[in-house]
C-alpha cells in the first residue's frame, strides 16, 4: 500500500520541505545509486506488465531519452504479479524526489482494465521521473504525457507524490484503460499525507494548482458517475475508493500541524516520528525514507535519510547522491526477493535453466542482510515493547541524532574538496561518512537483537504461537 507525507517549507523549523514515507510490499527493499548515463539514438526501455501480472497485460517498449539522470533509489522485486526491478521511491541530482503511493480505482474502473493492457507500470513512472524530470511539474507533465502517448499498464490504480524544493504534487493514475489521471499542487502551507493518495473536489478546468487530461470530465458523465448539476467534482468520490481520508491520514495530518502551531515548528526528528511512530508503522514498512528538498551548493551533497525497515525499530541514516557505492548489507539480497527460492548460487544448470542462478551477486549475499537483522530485532521488541521497544526506540533516536551532529562537517569537507577541484575524494568522503553511519547501527542492531532474545527466552516470553505479536496500527 505504502504511505507518503510531504510537509511544505512554511512548516519546518530548518525553512526546508521534506518528502518522506515508506513502502508496503511484501518483498524486500534495497538501496541503489544509477549513474548519470547516456543513450544512443533509438534506444528504447522496456515497460508495463505481463500476462502472469494479477491484472494482465503486455510488455512493450517505448524511446529511451538521450541521457539520463543520477539517481538515488530504493528498489524491490514484486508487487501483485509485477516483478523485476521495481521502483519505489527515491531523489536525482535535480533533486526532484518521488514516492510511490497506491491509490485504489473505483471497482468499475477496475473491471473496464483491457486484459491486454501496454504502457508503464506504476514503478516504471516512478523510475521515468526520478531519472528524467528536472523539476516537480516536469514530472506530472512526463506521466501524463507517457499516459497519453503509451497506455498505463495498472494493478489497479496508483498515486505518486513528487517533491522539489518548491513545490510537490500529488499525481493519481487511475485503472481502466481510459487514459484517467489527476493532479493537485502542494505548496509551502501544505502537509498532505497518502495512504491512499487522494485527491477532493478540482475545477472544471485546469488551473495552477489542479491538472487532468481534456476528457476527465467527460468519461464521469458518459458512464453516469457524475452530473454536473450535481456540484463539485470530488475525485476520490468519484473515480477513487471514495472514502476520502483515511482515519490514519486524518491523524498524522492533525498531529503534524499540531507540531507546525508550535514556536519551533516541525523539526527533522518530528519528520523522523512521522514515519516512524508504532501507531503508522510495523512490519508490512519494508523501509523508511525522508529526503530534504533542498538544493545545496553542489549536487553531489544531495541526500536522503533511509531506514532498511519500517523505522519504528530502525534509525533514519543519510546516503548521498554523490558517494560511489551502498554497503553490501544494505544492497539486494536473496532473502526476500522473488524467485530465489528456486535458484542457486551454482551454474550447474544454467545451461538447462537460465532463471536457477541467483540475481544476486556471491559476494553481495555472504554481507549479511540488513533487512534480516533490522527485522529480527523489529520481532524481537514487538514481542515485549516494555520495555524493549521503548529501549530500541530511544537507543536509534540517540544514533539518529550523533548523525545530525555529524552531517554538517561531513558536506562541508565534501565542499571544500569539490571547489578544490576534487570530485572523487569529495566522494570518496561523503561515502566513508555514510558507510560508517551504516555500519555502526547494523553493529548495533545485532548487539540490541542477541541481548533482546536472551531477555524474552530467559523470562519465557518467546511468542511461539501463530498469532505474530504486534503495536495496534491506525490502519
Given at each position: 500500500?505504502?504511505?507518503?507525507i510531504?510537509i ?6 530548518d ?23 547516456d543513450?544512443?539514438e533509438?534506444?528504447?526501455i ?6 502472469k501480472?494479477d ?6 517498449d517505448i524511446p529511451?531519452v538521450?541521457?539520463?539522470?543520477r539517481?538515488?533509489r530504493?528498489?524491490y522485486?514484486?508487487?501483485r504479479g509485477?516483478?523485476g526491478?521495481?521502483?519505489?521511491g527515491?531523489l ?5 524526489a ?8 473505483r ?7 483491457p486484459?491486454?493492457?501496454t504502457g508503464?507500470?506504476?514503478?516504471d ?8 524530470a ?7 507533465d512526463?506521466?501524463?504525457a507517457l ?6 499498464s495498472?494493478?489497479?490504480?496508483n498515486?505518486h507524490?513528487i ?6 504534487w500529488?499525481?493519481?493514475?487511475f485503472?481502466?484503460g481510459?487514459?484517467?489521471?489527476a493532479?493537485?499542487?502542494l505548496g ?18 485546469p488551473?495552477?494548482?489542479?491538472l487532468?487530461?481534456g ?17 463539485a ?15 490514519g ?6 498531529a ?7 514556536p ?12 516512524g ?10 523501509y523508511?525514507q525522508v529526503?530534504?528538498?533542498v538544493?545545496?551548493?553542489h549536487d553531489?551533497l ?12 530502525a534509525?533514519?541514516?543519510p546516503?548521498?547522491l ?8 544494505f544492497r ?10 528456486h535458484r542457486?548460487l551454482?551454474?550447474r544448470?544454467k ?5 536457477s ?6 559476494g553481495?549475499?555472504t554481507a ?5 537483522e ?5 520481532h ?8 524493549i ?6 537507543h536509534w ?11 554538517a562537517?561531513?558536506?562541508r569537507i565534501?565542499?571544500i574538496l569539490?571547489e578544490?577541484?576534487?570530485p ?6 561523503l ?8 555500519a ?15 531477555r524474552?527466552?530467559?523470562s ?7 498469532a505474530?505479536r ?6
Amino acid at each position: 500500500m505504502s504511505y507518503g507525507i510531504y510537509i511544505g517549507r512554511d512548516h519546518t523549523a530548518d525553512g526546508i520541505a521534506y518528502l518522506a514515507g515508506y513502502g508496503d510490499e511484501p518483498s524486500g527493499h534495497w538501496l541503489e545509486i544509477h549513474p548519470a548515463r547516456d543513450h544512443p539514438e533509438g534506444a528504447t526501455i522496456t515497460v508495463g506488465v505481463t500476462p502472469k501480472a494479477d491484472m494482465p497485460g503486455h510488455p512493450s517498449d517505448i524511446p529511451q531519452v538521450r541521457r539520463t539522470a543520477r539517481n538515488l533509489r530504493v528498489g524491490y522485486s514484486y508487487f501483485r504479479g509485477v516483478t523485476g526491478s521495481l521502483t519505489n521511491g527515491g531523489l536525482n541530482e535535480h533533486g526532484v524526489a518521488v514516492r510511490d503511493i497506491w491509490s485504489t480505482s473505483r471497482a468499475e474502473l477496475i473491471a473496464m482494465t483491457p486484459k491486454d493492457q501496454t504502457g508503464p507500470n506504476y514503478s516504471d513512472l516512478a523510475r521515468i521521473v526520478v531519472e528524467r524530470a528536472r523539476t516537480a511539474r516536469e514530472g506530472v507533465d512526463l506521466i501524463a504525457a507517457l499516459i497519453a502517448e503509451h497506455g498505463y499498464s495498472t494493478y489497479g490504480g496508483n498515486s505518486h507524490i513528487i517533491g522539489d524544493p518548491d513545490e510537490a504534487w500529488v499525481v493519481i493514475e487511475f485503472a481502466g484503460g481510459r487514459g484517467l489521471w489527476a493532479a493537485e499542487r502542494l505548496g509551502a502551507d501544505s502537509i498532505r499525507a497518502s495512504r491512499p493518495g487522494y485527491i477532493g473536489a478540482i475545477p472544471a478546468r485546469p488551473t495552477m494548482d489542479f491538472l487532468f487530461p481534456g476528457h476527465f470530465f467527460d468519461t464521469a458523465i458518459e458512464q453516469g458517475w457524475y452530473d454536473p448539476a450535481a456540484g463539485a467534482f470530488d475525485v476520490n468520490a468519484i473515480y477513487g475508493d471514495g472514502k476520502g481520508r483515511w482515519a490514519g491520514v486524518e491523524w498524522i495530518e492533525s498531529a503534524m500541524r499540531e507540531l507546525a502551531a508550535r514556536p519551533q515548528k516541525i523539526g527533522l526528528e518530528d519528520v523522523f516520528w512521522s514515519i516512524g511512530t508504532e501507531k503508522l508503522t510495523g512490519d508490512t514498512a519494508g523501509y523508511g525514507q525522508v529526503v530534504p528538498l533542498v538544493h545545496p551548493e553542489h549536487d553531489a551533497l544531495r541526500m536522503l535519510w533511509h531506514a532498511p525497515v519500517g523505522p519504528v525499530t530502525a534509525p533514519l541514516l543519510p546516503v548521498f547522491l554523490g558517494q560511489t557505492s551502498v554497503p553490501d548489507a544494505f544492497r539486494q539480497h536473496r532473502y526476500l526477493t522473488v524467485g530465489e527460492s528456486h535458484r542457486f548460487l551454482d551454474t550447474r544448470k544454467k545451461d538447462k535453466d537460465p532463471d536457477s542462478v541467483s540475481v544476486v551477486a556471491q559476494g553481495v549475499e555472504t554481507a549479511g542482510s540488513a533487512v534480516y537483522e533490522f527485522k529480527r530485532l523489529m520481532h524481537l521488541a514487538f514481542q515485549k515493547p516494555d520495555p524493549i521497544l521503548d529501549e530500541v526506540r530511544a537507543h536509534w533516536r540517540q544514533v539518529e541524532r550523533g548523525a545530525i551532529a555529524g552531517l554538517a562537517d561531513a558536506t562541508r569537507i565534501a565542499g571544500i574538496l569539490i571547489e578544490a577541484g576534487e570530485p572523487d575524494l569529495a566522494a570518496r568522503s561523503l561515502t566513508a561518512f555514510s558507510h560508517a553511519r551504516l555500519a555502526e547501527s547494523l553493529a548495533d542492531c545485532r548487539a540490541l537483537a542477541d541481548a533482546a532474545y536472551a531477555r524474552i527466552r530467559m523470562s519465557g516470553d518467546l511468542n511461539l504461537t501463530g498469532a505474530p505479536r504486534s503495536p495496534d496500527q491506525i490502519w
